[in-house]
């Protein structure tokens, strides 16, 4: 999953337009983050958003697949197409919609309400 500093330099040049972005590296790739929310990934010089049924049709009319660390495994982030990258206009829209998907918390992932885990002795009558 390596990325080349040329590329990742050219990703942050692209991404001004949307804001300000920090990169964590992870694993030889990057993460891309937003508002703390990882909106983004970048592997083998090949630039990705978080994705969700929202935004994905998006990606997949443009003919864009899922990031795929493992040969079955894929995960919630797209492959960003170059027409998109090249355009400033669709990288800022592309790129907060991205956003939004990492700052919404899916459902499984809310957290439960605390129980009271207090016990009621009850005296014996």
Known sequence: MPVSKEYLDYIIDQ??????????????????YH??????????????????DGNRADYEA???????????????????????LEDEDQLKEWANKAVAVAMRKPAARRKKPIRDRRTTRKDPD
Do not use: I
Request: hydrophobic share 45%; no cysteine.
């Open 35 to 52: 508002q703390n929310g990882f909106f983004g990934l970048v592997a083998n010089d090949v630039l990705y958003f978080k994705v969700d």
């Open 62 to 84: 443009a003919g864009s697949g899922p990031f795929r660390p493992f040969e079955t495994y894929a995960m919630s982030y797209y492959e960003v197409p170059a027409d998109v």
């Open 15 to 32: 991404l001004k337009v949307f804001g300000p972005v920090t990169v964590k590296r992870m694993f030889g790739g990057a993460g891309l």
